[in-house]
């Protein structure tokens, strides 16, 4: 008998996770299905599908978004099912009934949350209380969607990922974080270059080392520029102001001069190397135009793979 189910191509059997919180709770065959399925999903396999038919997902942002918002809510309507946004800036998680009760009636009318928030907690609290997914769209200490549509972007790119060199210039932020958590369950280099008093969290550091160790990926942090860039595959860079950091943007400002991205730095890097942002990009300040909108800039791959990629998250959790 021939097999007409078109959704027979897909393994969409569930990852070692019930939700998608950080990428460092993720094992490194879960970010490989995740990639696989994207690669599917972009590529025209699940067309007629409609995995998520009929399910709904809830969409809590307690700070502003462009990427975020919309691919994963058209990656829902792509699959079949429905988002339901809640612009929640005004009032932030907790503030008019507790994270638990959001969490409990939330999971008696949709089949996941994706929420951005403020404190990473709050997600944590509402993944313990929700008996749904979560995702991550963003906290103050990771992004894990982020950075899995950084890297599915370099495998297309690459191909093997192993033993490659992502150097980070900029902000130990959120972005940095999961740059250096999946780095390190892909055994890819990272190095992260930041003003002193700017590095990222060592709890990170100290457990993407550990990871590291098991994967054959090196994780170096250090202050000059320019040794970062020497011989690096690809360079990442990131606002020097997240979101909730607005009133320290005129000393930052002052304080990242030296860590922009310019054309001269950019040389230091391998010829044909990649530069990465996650957008939204302030250009003459992180990054200078010539790089942001020259050849070797990647940056709308890797927005147009926030779709793709998510689509495969939400395929390999919902249910
Ligand atoms: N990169 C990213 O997450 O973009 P948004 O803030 O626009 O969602
Ligand atoms: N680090 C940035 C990322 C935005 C996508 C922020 O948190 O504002």
């Not at 590529?43 to 942002?61: D, N, S, Y």
């Not at 950019?266 to 990054?287: I, T, Y």
């Not at 010539?290 to 779709?307: F, H, K, W």
């Amino acid at each position: 008998m021939t097999n007409n189910d078109p959704t027979s191509a897909l393994d969409l059997s569930p990852l070692s996770v019930g939700d998608l919180l950080c990428t460092s709770q993720l094992t490194t065959d879960d970010i490989h299905r995740i990639f696989a399925t994207a690669r599917a999903v972009k590529h025209g396999r699940e067309v007629h599908t409609q995995v998520l038919r009929h399910k709904r997902l809830a969409m809590i942002f307690e700070k502003d978004s462009l990427r975020t918002r919309f691919t994963f809510d058209i990656g829902m309507q792509d699959l079949g099912g429905t988002a339901v946004f809640m612009d929640h800036r005004d009032a932030r998680l907790g503030s008019r009934e507790s994270v638990k009760d959001v969490a409990k009636n939330l999971e008696r009318w949709v089949h996941g949350i994706v929420a951005r928030t403020f404190k990473h907690k709050t997600l944590d609290e509402l993944a313990t209380h929700a008996d749904i997914p979560v995702i991550n769209g963003l906290s103050d200490m990771v992004h894990p969607c982020q950075a899995l549509a950084d890297f599915f972007t370099l495998t297309e790119k690459w191909g093997e990922l192993r033993g490659r060199t992502l150097t980070y210039v900029g902000d130990g932020n959120n972005t940095c974080h999961s740059l250096i958590h999946t780095a390190a369950k892909l055994g890819v280099h990272i190095r992260v270059c930041s003003p002193e008093g700017y590095e990222p969290n060592s709890r990170v550091v100290n457990e993407a080392m550990r990871t590291g160790a098991t994967t054959g990926s090196e994780v170096t942090i250090l202050n000059d520029p320019d040794a970062a860039a020497e011989g690096a595959d690809a360079i990442y860079t990131d606002v020097w102001a997240s979101m909730g950091q607005e009133d320290e943007i005129e000393e930052r400002n002052g304080i990242f001069a030296a860590y922009q991205i310019d054309e001269d730095l950019m040389a230091r890097a391998k010829p044909d190397a990649m530069f990465m942002h996650c957008l939204p990009a302030h250009r003459g300040w992180e990054v200078t135009q010539e790089v942001l909108d020259g050849p070797q800039s990647v940056v709308y791959d890797i927005a147009e793979n926030r779709l793709h990629v998510q689509k495969a998250v939400m395929a390999l959790l919902i249910r």
